[in-house]
């Protein structure tokens, strides 16, 4: 196990398992040993007392460089006693990628500053 002040790294169940702590946020990412992809991701707000679980499964080649995952899982929790669990349940039927670069019909002016 290594760690540095925000990223704790293991082995959970044949899988590398990465935590975070980021101010109230606490975020542990699965990555699958067949995948090689983030299989489960999940993120815990303590102060605003929500977690957002994801599941990805269900991977499908593409490419020899890209793998999908078909379905996906999110289930949101509230810790408050008066609001309930919310799931989406997302199903790909198919899915196909551009041999040609996207391209964006705008610019972003020269005197745009990011802070």
Do not use: C, H
Request: glycine share 2%.
């Amino acid at each position: 196990m290594s760690s540095n002040k925000k990223l704790v790294t293991n082995k959970e169940n044949g899988r590398v398992l990465y935590e975070q702590n980021d101010g109230p946020l606490f975020i542990r990412s699965l990555i699958g040993d067949q995948s090689n992809k983030i299989e489960k991701i999940s993120v815990r707000n303590s102060t605003a007392k929500y977690e957002i679980v994801i599941n990805y499964a269900d991977f499908t080649q593409l490419n020899e460089r890209a793998l999908l995952p078909y379905y996906m899982k999110l289930v949101l929790t509230f810790f408050e006693e008066e609001q309930l669990t919310k799931e989406i349940d997302i199903n790909i039927k198919s899915a196909n990628l551009l041999d040609k670069t996207l391209k964006f019909p705008f610019n972003v002016p020269a005197k745009f500053l990011k802070d």
